[in-house]
Structures are given as structure tokens and as C-alpha cells.
């Protein structure tokens, strides 16, 4: 990579000083490993808005789907004031490549948020507002909230989604040539696979077809379709099977002894004894060494960088 890859954010989570109480809440992971990959383009909508800060609690009320953003103290409502707001930063996050929330918030949370109802009970699966409209304007945009990168798995599936999406940025900046297309495809077939196998099919039979198609109506159901693809979770079995094929193509240039001291290794990530890095990396270093041109270049030997380290869990 050469260049950083441009990402949203809610200010707080860079350290910036513009929650209600004049505080922040920076984020370690975010700022010190994902920084050194990520150039952050912060939005504080409350803090855009002039509501000041400090400034007084805001909560969602009303119907879940389209909640109005209310002080329950003054009882003053801030929901057009954001909405304008997020109408007019919606064009300018055209060139990211996904978006980290700040959790539970009535501007920023992307997941269960709460929405208050009439008896004061919160309803727990609301959006915020700004976070809703970014969502609905980008659908295919790779969003996730920082709590949830606790979890390595949504940690991953976050991060691969954000760099697939990056890949297929770089391909639209370009002008339509199908045989770039196609070529993307097949870089990225094994990465694909090791989602399901669904996606892996349908995407194969739109490229196969791909001189049916328009420029246009093509670049938007392949890319719609690739990160449906890849927001579909990896399993341990989806990835061995995934492993199995690439052993397939390998089988050839290879002994019986590293034949089977790579079965050998697929099997302890099967049965959970060592994590996806150990037997993906015993493979790079026989495709290093055969040099199998159509392996080599595959995605799935590395969707995001090394240092991540983020196939190193059982
Ligand atoms: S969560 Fe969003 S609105 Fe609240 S302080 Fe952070 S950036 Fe501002």
C-alpha cells in the first residue's frame, strides 16, 4: 500500500475533546495500529450543529424507524438541525472506504441504539441520525462501531470488507475495460469461496456473462454483489475448504512429506489447535517456491496487511 486508505469517524474517538461533557473517547486501536493503515476524516455532527460543548444529554424518542433527537431536560429538538447538516456532509464522504461509529449514540450509533418510547422504556435497535443517513446513502460502504472491534471476528470481517472495498474503488477510477474486470475476479476467487460458496457461484456466473452487460449495470451488481460476499462471516470449515483448494492447485509441485505436513497443518486449524496464519503461511512458502503464477496472485493469501495479524485466533 502506498498511500493511506481514507476513513470516517466520530471525532471522540480520535481524542478530540466534543462529547457533551467536554470530554473524549479516544481509541487505542483505531488511533495506534489501524492509523498506521487509515487516514481518519473526523465529524462531530452535535459538535457541527452548535450544540455546543459542553452541552446537554441528548436521547432518540419516538417511532424506531424514524426517531426525533430530543434534550429531555428543555425538551429542544435538534432533529432537522442534524438532519440538514448530515444532508450537506453526505456528498463530500463520497471517496471513503468505510466508516467507524462511536457506539450508542444518538447521532453516531450504527447498531442498537436506544430509542425512547412514550413510558420511558428504551427500545434497544435504533440508529443514530447521522449514522442512518450515512448508511442508507452508502449502502455499500463497510461500517462498524469501535465496541465491536473487540470481537476479532467483526474485527476482521470489518477490516477485510474495508480493503475489498478499497480494491473495487481503485477498479472504478479507471475506465471500464472487461478484461480487468475478469482479472479482478479471478485475484479474488479463493477470498470469495472462503465466504460461501453462494456469492462465489453467482459472481462466476456474472463474469461469465459479463459481454451481456452494460459497463454501468455491471460494475454496480458485481461490486453490490462482491460485498454482500464478503459481509457473509468466514467459518472454520468455509476456510479449510478453502485451504483444500489451494492444496489442489499446489498438489503437483509438491512431495508426499510437504503434502502431508500441510494436511497435517489444515487439520490442527480444523480442530482448533492452531490459528488460520499457521497453515496459510506453510502454503505461501510452497507457492513462493513453485512460483504458481494463478495462486500467487490470489487476495486470500492477503486481503489486509501482515501486521494486522488479524488470522492470528483459534
Ligand atoms: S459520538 Fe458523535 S456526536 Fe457524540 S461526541 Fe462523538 S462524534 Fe460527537
Redesign the pocket.
Known sequence: MTSKIKIGT????LG?K???DGQ??YHWYINEILGKYFEYV??????EVGMGIPRKTVRLVGPLKNPNMVEPVSGEDWTDRINKFTRSKIKSLDGLSGYL??K??????AFRVKVYQKNGIPLANGQ?L?AKQVIEAYPLLPVEEEGRLNDHKLRENFLERVFGYHRLQCLWQQRFKRGDWVKFHQDNKFLLLSHGRKHYQELGQLVAHIKDYKPSEFTSQYSKMYMEALSAKTTVKKNSDTLMHILGFLKKHLSGDAKASILREIESYRTNVHPLIVPLTLLKHYIDMHDVPYIKEQTYLNPHPYDLSLRNHV
Open positions: 466520530s471525532s471522540c474517538l478530540q466534543v462529547r457533551f473524549h473517547k473526523p465529524i462531530c455532527p452535535e459538535a461509529f462511536k450508542g449514540s444518538p447521532s453516531c450509533g443514530g447521522f
